[in-house]
């Protein structure tokens, strides 16, 4: 039996943010990472080349668990080009990843003015507190 042609990684439409119905399945279980492109020349974290025994990867600046399951970002997102630098597999890499507050902040910087609705209580609040925050 042939195998129906049925379309994967369809992506999110350009969406930034998932749908409830979409972050409910998230929260089951994190989304698997599709990172394409080259490396810069320079590490984002040291500025430092890659190394033998320390080369390259692709870091995430808004992690997945942070982005998908605490902001209701869609993989293609925290995926994207702007979200993604070079960093050295050990040390650097963990580095380069914002916190919770770090990443609201920089969501924050590049215009966006609210969360989804379906976020917990204990998000939207500490998203409105970054007003506050030093």
């Avoid at 394409?36 to 992690?63: K, L, M, S, W």
């Avoid at 993989?75 to 960093?87: E, K, L, Q």
């Amino acid at each position: 039996m042939k195998l129906p042609n049925i379309s994967i990684n369809t992506g999110f439409d350009g969406r930034m943010f998932l749908t409830k119905e979409e972050w409910d399945t998230y929260r089951r279980r994190k989304p698997v990472r599709y990172v394409r492109g080259h490396h810069a020349e320079r590490c984002y974290v040291c500025d430092r080349p890659a190394e033998e025994e320390n080369p390259f990867q692709h870091a995430h600046r808004i992690g997945f668990e942070i982005g998908v399951i605490y902001l209701g970002l869609t993989p293609d997102y925290v995926d994207s080009h702007p979200n993604i630098v070079t960093a050295h597999k050990r040390k650097c890499n963990r580095q380069a990843e914002l916190t919770l507050l770090a990443a609201m902040k920089s969501l924050r910087d590049t215009g966006i003015t609210s969360l989804p609705d379906y976020l917990p209580s204990d998000i939207h609040h500490l998203w409105n507190t970054l007003g506050e925050q030093p």
